[in-house]
């Protein structure tokens, strides 16, 4: 499944989603697939940053402090090599 940009005021995330705030300073939401989850390259980017800094993030929701570019590669790269995790429909 595709990663979604969206705006800050979007309120409704699709079902077998979730929100990804990601930046160093000024965070963006991108809304992905759950399946990303399952993904050895998403786990092992959420396992760096909490060992760096905790699960405690002052935006209450999954917060990846990278540059946006760094996220969208690493989304780029599970897109393209997910055939075992993601479910194409």
Same mark, same amino acid.
Do not use: W
């Given at each position: @499944?595709? %990663? +979604?940009?969206?705006?800050?005021?979007?309120?409704?995330?699709?079902?077998? !989603? &979730?929100?990804? +705030?990601?930046?160093?300073?000024?965070?963006?939401?991108?809304?992905?697939s759950l399946a +990303? #989850?399952?993904?050895?390259? &998403?786990?092992? @980017? #959420?396992?760096?940053f909490q060992e760096? =800094?905790? =699960?405690?993030?002052? @935006?209450?929701?999954?917060?990846?402090? !990278?540059?946006?570019?760094?996220?969208?590669? #690493?989304?780029?790269?599970i897109d393209l090599?997910?055939?075992? +995790? #993601?479910? %194409?429909?």
């Amino acid at each position: @499944m595709a %990663r +979604y940009h969206s705006s800050s005021n979007v309120d409704g995330i699709p079902k077998g !989603c &979730f929100s990804v +705030y990601v930046g160093e300073s000024t965070k963006k939401r991108f809304i992905v697939s759950l399946a +990303y #989850l399952k993904h050895p390259s &998403f786990q092992n @980017m #959420l396992n760096l940053f909490q060992e760096e =800094y905790g =699960y405690t993030h002052p @935006m209450g929701g999954l917060t990846f402090p !990278c540059k946006e570019e760094t996220f969208i590669e #690493l989304t780029r790269d599970i897109d393209l090599t997910s055939s075992p +995790y #993601l479910n %194409r429909r």
